[in-house]
């Protein structure tokens, strides 16, 4: 055992929540779930660079916990989102589902701090199977489909991981958590393979849109969080500068937003969202510059303020209305003033609009494919930005709150913890917009960008005006309609059903015709067995009367044998 004792992980704070909380009286838990992840967003922030905690197995070094600029980024942001979740979710009776989300949150932070591949494996599988939970923990039968391909996908990632960490092994006889290049062989590709799946590259990717509206409301918060962005650190951490990576970035942010546009469900337009805010941080990390590192990072930071707290105000319209198509919304926004202000912030955030973190991230990736000489990069990622505004900016919250009344009417209002969970979040959206040195401090490398210059307000102001006044032309033609989306998840659910009638209902046809014919077998032995004679002859029933021979002839039998025996002497 080598390194800091005396110092504890900060995942295993939630973990031990996670054990500790469902043995509590139930008016305990909410408050147990908000001292649990405070204790994990402490521990983050008070460890010092350079900590770290290993031990030895079987001749490797396992290092438990690795401190330093990067990590902290990210252990700070996902200490901090399960705080606010928990306290969005500070209403909740459901001690599985707050167990799960602990685990999940504890996952989360020990894939950040894990200084070898093993431990991060073991992280990165508990962080599939928590997440699991927080999709089935709906009880509705299309959750617990979507929960079920969620989670084969996310073993199949899994596996690819792991392979591709043992090949490695055997290769360099090593398990650190470093920096790999792609002349490392199969193993590197398996690796980065497994983590692209949970960055949802496209074209492995459709089992976020697919899981995370079928969540449940409080669930989805924290998925929008952690699993991606889980894998975008280990993007950041162990492959910058892979060009492929800069150009799965760019499919992303456009993939993204397409498919948001054509969406219908709230959750899913956020969902294809998540997509497309990921590319910019698979992008920066493609292309491994110091500037591109950073914006990735802060990228993500912001990100799971602004993504969770647009999550937060679609569950907040959930929990009220019963309703999540923007074809069944509209007209709600004279009862839900004060959830679709703290949407906007959110809305405004991603969009990048002045004043809102997401202003300060994105546009970092943005100027750093500039600087590092990739022009047409740069252009997607800003055409990137209009589909976002128009989505989510000005489509979903026009659609939801202002547009032609649908019979939506909100029920009671939601609990008083779900806003100020929202109002929280929303705090920091505007605060890390209106002083960018408050994260910028914070980063892996130094910070030189400055996001505030007039050139840089004046694009951004004109992007969105222009969007907004190509939306209000054409909002009829944008009006949703009811419609079933299919993604690239259709190669895998149209055919579903030949699949199982070959790979399940034929196998079990076989197996069921092979268990009649062996429990027939049985019987037909065991009645052989009961009355030989019997079965042999065609006989009824056993009865030892039916073959018994009489006393008579048993007395003349023995009679015959010894009158042959005194023959026998006689002669």
């Known amino acids: 055992m080598t390194g800091d004792w005396g110092i504890l992980p900060p995942a295993l704070a939630p973990f031990a929540g996670a054990v500790i909380l469902p043995l509590l009286p139930k008016k305990f838990r909410s408050t147990a779930f908000l001292v649990f992840t405070l204790a994990a967003l402490a521990l983050a922030a008070a460890i010092p660079d350079g900590a770290s905690l290993a ?89 617990l489909k979507a929960g079920f391909r969620y989670l084969m996908v996310h073993l199949f990632g899994g596996g690819m991981l792991l392979a591709g960490v043992i090949l490695h092994a055997a290769r360099t006889g090593s398990f650190a958590v470093e920096r790999l290049t792609p002349d490392g062989g199969p193993a590197v590709w398996l690796i980065l393979a497994g983590v692209a799946l949970n960055a949802a590259v496209p074209p492995i990717h459709a089992w976020l849109p697919d899981a995370y509206p079928r969540a449940t409301i409080t669930g989805a918060v ?30 992303m942010t456009i993939y993204g937003v397409v498919f948001a546009v054509l969406a219908d469900d709230i959750r899913r337009i956020l969902s294809y969202h998540i997509i497309s805010q990921v590319g910019y941080m698979v992008a920066g990390a493609g292309l491994g510059t110091e500037m591109a590192l950073n914006g990735s990072a802060a990228h993500a930071y912001s990100h799971i303020l602004y993504k969770a707290l647009l999550f937060m105000g679609a569950g907040a319209v959930i929990q009220t209305t019963g309703r999540s198509k923007l074809s069944e919304l509209g007209g709600l926004a004279g009862r839900q003033k004060a959830i679709f202000a703290l949407y906007m912030i959110a809305a405004f955030s991603i969009s990048g609009a002045p004043l809102f973190n997401g202003f300060i991230s994105k546009s970092m990736v943005v100027a750093a494919a500039d600087e590092a000489g990739y022009p047409a990069a740069m252009l997607l990622l800003v055409l990137a930005s209009v589909g976002t505004f128009l989505s989510v900016g000005l489509k979903l919250p026009y659609f939801t709150w202002f547009g032609p ?36 401090r914070i980063l892996p490398f130094p910070v030189e960008y400055r996001p505030y210059t007039g050139a840089h307000l004046a694009e951004t102001i004109q992007i969105l005006a222009f969007t907004f006044a190509a939306f209000w032309l054409f909002r009829k033609i944008l009006k ?92």
């Not at 070898?116 to 962080?127: G, H, Q, R």
């Not at 019987?523 to 029933?541: E, L, M, Y």
Request: a positive charge; glycine letters at 10%.
């Open 222 to 251: 924290f998925m929008s969080a952690f699993t991606t962005k889980a894998a975008v650190y280990v993007l950041i951490r162990v492959f910058p500068g892979w060009k492929i990576l800069l150009v799965m970035g760019v499919l």
């Open 55 to 143: 031990v030895r197995l079987m001749g490797y070094e396992l290092v438990l916990l690795r401190m330093d600029a990067l990590a902290r980024v990210f252990g700070l942001i996902f200490a901090f989102i399960a705080f606010a979740g928990g306290l969005y979710g500070f209403h909740l009776k459901d001690a599985a589902q707050q167990a799960a989300a602990l685990l999940y949150a504890g996952s989360a932070l020990g894939v950040v701090f894990a200084g070898d591949l093993f431990t991060l494996l073991v992280f990165w599988e508990v962080l599939a199977l928590a997440s699991t939970y927080l999709v089935w923990a709906r009880r509705a039968e299309e959750s």
């Open 480 to 571: 949703p309609k009811p419609h079933e989306l299919l993604d690239l998840d259709w190669f895998y659910r149209r055919p579903a059903a030949f699949f199982r009638r070959i790979f399940v209902d034929a196998p079990a046809a076989v197996y069921g015709w092979t268990d009649r014919l062996a429990v027939a077998l049985i019987a037909k032995a065991a009645a052989f067995g009961r009355n030989p004679a019997g079965a042999i002859s065609g006989g009824g029933d056993y009865s030892p009367d039916r073959y018994r021979q009489t006393t008579q002839a048993l007395i003349l039998l023995a009679l015959g044998l010894f009158i042959v025996l005194a023959l026998a002497v006689i002669i």
């Open 405 to 440: 009344k649908t019979g939506a009417v909100p029920g009671a209002r939601p609990p008083r913890n779900m806003l100020l969970g929202m109002g929280l979040v929303a705090a920091l959206c505007v605060g890390y917009g209106a002083a960018p040195s408050l994260l910028y």
